[in-house]
Nanobody
Framework: VQLQASGGRLVQTGGSLRLSCAAS????????MGWFRQTPGKEREFVTA????????YYADSVKGRFTISRDNAKNTVYLEMNSLKPEDTAIYYC?????????????????WGQGTQVTVSS
């Protein structure tokens, strides 16, 4: 499975942004897709995830009510709608896909990773 993330850019505090993650390859094996983020010197942090069926969505407490994950299976694409952005949301955002059942918030549960897209929120 190959993942291509896009949409990151510089945005002001309070602004909105939509990230996209296009999946290709053996997508029939995917059970969960997620977004993680990372800043220099810190571990990769879970942001949100969605089951490939779309039945389940999961969010980190820090983004609940501000971020929304969705997917378009016809396009094999997952979206991350980010609203009310804060400077602490600044990070490289990675999309990821997993093919096995497990803890959706744990990075090791995801076998495939995109290249990351930079989101910078100015204060």
């Amino acid at each position: 499975v190959q993942l291509q993330a896009s949409g990151g850019r510089l945005v002001q505090t309070g602004g909105s942004l939509r990230l996209s993650c296009a999946a290709s390859g053996r997508t029939f094996s995917v059970k969960i897709m997620g977004w993680f983020r990372q800043t220099p010197g810190k571990e990769r942090e879970f942001v949100t995830a969605i089951s490939w069926s779309g039945v389940g969505t999961y969010y980190a407490d820090s983004v609940k009510g501000r971020f929304t994950i969705s997917r378009d299976n016809a396009k094999n694409t997952v979206y991350l709608e980010m609203n009310s952005l804060k400077p602490e949301d600044t990070a490289i955002y990675y999309c990821a896909a997993g093919s096995r059942n497990g803890v959706v918030t744990a990075a090791p549960n995801y076998s495939y990773w995109g290249q990351g897209t930079q989101v910078t929120v100015s204060s």
